[in-house]
């Protein structure tokens, strides 16, 4: 048995001066000067009871709110967001140490491309958009309050549910401040938790996806696909899946039809299937995703332009995993490089 010091509540505010990454130069609109991220924080206290804290080394779970500043507002306006994170203690102690955080969540832009009265602005095509965020920083605490500088990224786009987008990829130097509203009581509990669990199941899925023509206001199109795989569970809260995935694709099948080929054929173009490796974090009733694949092209088919792509994705599953049927549903990004290929929903069960 060994000690180990709980997590309290605290109020935090960060301010960023970042610049914005360029992906080629693809950017139709002035790049801003000095846009600032301003993040308002509220870190809820651990639990005790609760299995995956103990099993992850108590991370801190923090809700925020996000302001995107730009100085070329005319065009690109203004960015709010709200997300969830976690954060860990990468190394330290009480007073001192070095902390990594990442959430994810949904963000409002209040100027959008506009063929019209906004054409210059080819980063975002829709008002609601992802916002996701990565930091880690150096802390120092003195009594109830807390200083840290240290480094974040911030990601906005809409997953291609709209064009343009291009989107926001913002970085720099991030200071913090917090006021620390309750002390980290403190109680014994294993280093860590004993699983009993079924070491090999498996993973089925089937799954509905979305993504705009290459034009604004163009016709969007969906994907399908379904993926099986043979699982393997170190331990509760971390599994690797090894499967297979076969995806239709609308808007392909769209672009070979009109290209006069073959109906068959533009069916086969559409069809994609892949190897796929993907590893399961598990954080209770909440789970996250990352699945990387390899296309198995078909004889007739043409190669793709990027073998490879990843799905980035997060599970709710309502059981949380107390039966042999965990079932789950979830909402991913598929991507290939950089370039997002669309956003998806989707639904299985693991056993």
Avoid: C
Avoid at 185 to 193: A, E, G, I, W
Avoid at 249 to 264: A, G, L, V, W
Avoid at 322 to 337: A, C, E, T
């Amino acid at each position: 048995m060994i000690s180990l010091a709980q997590q309290g509540s605290k109020i935090s505010l960060s301010i960023s001066p970042s610049r914005l990454i360029k992906l080629g130069n693809r950017n139709t609109f002035t790049t801003p000067k000095s846009p600032k991220v301003i993040n308002a924080s509220y870190s809820f206290a651990s639990r005790a009871s609760s299995e995956w804290q103990s099993y992850w080394h108590y991370p801190q779970i923090s809700m925020h709110t996000f302001f995107l500043e730009m100085d070329n507002r005319r065009e690109l306006g203004h960015v709010v967001g709200v997300l969830p994170s976690l954060q860990y203690k990468v190394i330290g102690r009480d007073r001192l140490g070095i902390y990594a955080t990442f959430g994810t969540g949904l963000s409002y832009a209040t100027r959008t491309y506009d063929k019209i009265s906004n054409p210059t602005n080819n980063a975002i095509g829709s008002h609601l958009n992802n916002i996701s965020h990565f930091g880690i920083d150096f802390r120092v605490k003195h009594h109830n309050f807390s200083g840290s500088l240290g480094y974040q990224l911030t990601h906005i786009s809409n997953a291609r549910t709209a064009t343009p987008n291009t989107g926001y990829n913002l970085h720099g130097w991030q200071l913090t401040v917090s006021r620390h509203v309750t002390d980290k009581p403190r109680f014994s509990t294993p280093n860590r938790v004993k699983d009993t669990l079924q070491r090999w199941g498996g993973d089925i899925l089937i799954g509905y996806g979305v993504s705009e023509y290459s034009f604004t206001g163009g016709d969007k199109y969906a994907s399908y696909w379904t993926a099986a795989g043979l699982k393997y569970s170190l331990s509760k809260y971390i599994s690797t899946t090894i499967g297979a995935e076969y995806e239709y694709n609308e808007s392909i099948y769209q672009f070979h039809n009109q290209d006069f080929d073959p109906e068959q054929i533009a069916i086969k173009k559409a069809t994609q299937t892949s190897v796929f490796l993907a590893q399961r974090l598990r954080f209770g009733y909440v789970a996250v995703r990352l699945h990387g694949g390899f296309y198995l092209p078909f004889p007739e088919a043409e190669r793709v332009r990027h073998p490879n792509y990843l799905r980035v994705g997060v599970d709710i599953h309502p059981l949380n995993g107390h039966y042999s049927l965990d079932p789950y549903i979830g909402i991913s990004l598929k991507s290939h490089k950089a370039v997002a290929q669309y956003l998806g929903m989707y639904s299985g069960v693991l056993f």
